[in-house]
């Protein structure tokens, strides 16, 4: 499976907005989300600037999972994320 390439619009993650771990809430749509930990620990790291292979890096080292799971899990996330209009 090829690796989509996705445009991570800072300006649509800034209208995010947390509260705890498992709830963000969406400013512009109006829309809230409940994440799993996992997924709530990835959309934090987006939020603050960090660039695709340093998630799957920091993935990989929290989770101690191999790396083919690693990249796999940040790209479905990265790929719900598309759907739900957050990235591109």
Do not use: W
């Amino acid at each position: 499976m090829a690796a989509r390439h996705h445009i991570i619009e800072t300006d649509k993650l800034q209208k995010l907005r947390f509260y705890g771990d498992e709830f963000v809430f969406n400013t512009v749509s109006g829309l809230c989300y409940r994440l799993n930990p996992t997924a709530g620990f990835l959309l934090h790291s987006l939020v603050d600037g960090m660039e695709n292979t340093e998630l799957v890096d920091m993935i990989q080292k929290r989770y101690n999972i191999d790396r083919k799971a690693a990249m796999r899990d940040v790209e479905l996330l990265l790929n719900d994320l598309c759907e739900l209009g957050v990235l591109d």
